[in-house]
T-cell receptor, first 113, second 113 residues
Framework: KAGVTQTPRYLIKTRGQQVTLSCSPISGHRSVSWYQQTPGQGLQFLFEYFSETQRNKGNFPGRFSGRQFSNSRSEMNVSTLELGDSALYLC????????????FGQGTRLTVV | EDKVVQSPLSLVVHEGDTVTLNCSYE??????LLWYKQEKKAPTFLFMLTSSGIEKKSGRLSSILDKKELSSILNITATQTGDSAIYLCAVLSYGGSQGNLIFGKGTKLSVKP
């Protein structure tokens, strides 16, 4: 079955702009989580959505937001971009049942200039 | 604050060597520990460990969890150049309803021919 699909793969934005990233989970998976990966901080959890509801959130400012649609596809939005937002954004899908592994997409490389 | 620490941060070995990667954690509401391999972008799932003392094995890779010591090791025997990657350890914790993955900074493994 198809894996996790993230679009776009690369983005270049200027400071102050906003950006929307998309993630389509594995078919049948209802949980989508978003992570930010930078060389200095490693992988950091942003938020998790399950059945269109955000059920967990990491320690990121309110400029980072997300949503999930009824088909489990998720979008992540970052407003008022800062240079420090340059990172690889990864999304992971899981079935959402009790304890389960997460499968990652290829990521979106965001560069803020 | 929950944290996951991996050691060493980087490692250079020659083909055929055996390596042991370490992961220790301080996490409330521990549920499971996961290992991922990241070569380019998408971390790929290796193992999920929930029970202490039970070894998970896949080919030349194996891993074991020690809940008493709050740690896990990932062993790779007869290393090959294709094993060169960043190995990520993550702990699934429960905050709210489902939880999120808390990642270590990773161990960068380089296997020389």
């Amino acid at each position: 079955k198809a894996g996790v699909t993230q679009t776009p793969r690369y983005l270049i934005k200027t400071r102050g702009q906003q950006v929307t990233l998309s993630c389509s989970p594995i078919s049948g998976h209802r949980s989508v989580s978003w992570y930010q990966q930078t060389p200095g901080q490693g992988l950091q959890f942003l938020f998790e959505y399950f059945s269109e509801t955000q059920r967990n959130k990491g320690n990121f400012p309110g400029r980072f937001s997300g949503r999930q649609f009824s088909n489990s596809r998720s979008e992540m939005n970052v407003s008022t971009l800062e240079l420090g937002d340059s990172a690889l954004y990864l999304c992971a899908s899981s079935s959402g049942t009790f304890v389960t592994e997460a499968f990652f997409g290829q990521g979106t490389r965001l560069t803020v200039v | 604050e929950d944290k996951v620490v991996q050691s060493p941060l980087s490692l250079v070995v020659h083909e055929g060597d055996t390596v042991t990667l370490n992961c220790s954690y301080e996490v409330t509401n521990f549920r499971s520990l996961l290992w991922y391999k990241q070569e380019k972008k998408a971390p790929t799932f290796l193992f999920m460990l929930t029970s202490s003392g039970i070894e998970k094995k896949s080919g030349r890779l194996s891993s074991i969890l020690d809940k008493k010591e709050l740690s896990s090791i990932l062993n790779i025997t007869a290393t090959q150049t294709g094993d060169s990657a960043i190995y990520l350890c993550a702990v699934l914790s429960y905050g709210g309803s489902q939880g999120n993955l808390i990642f270590g900074k990773g161990t960068k493994l380089s296997v020389k021919p």
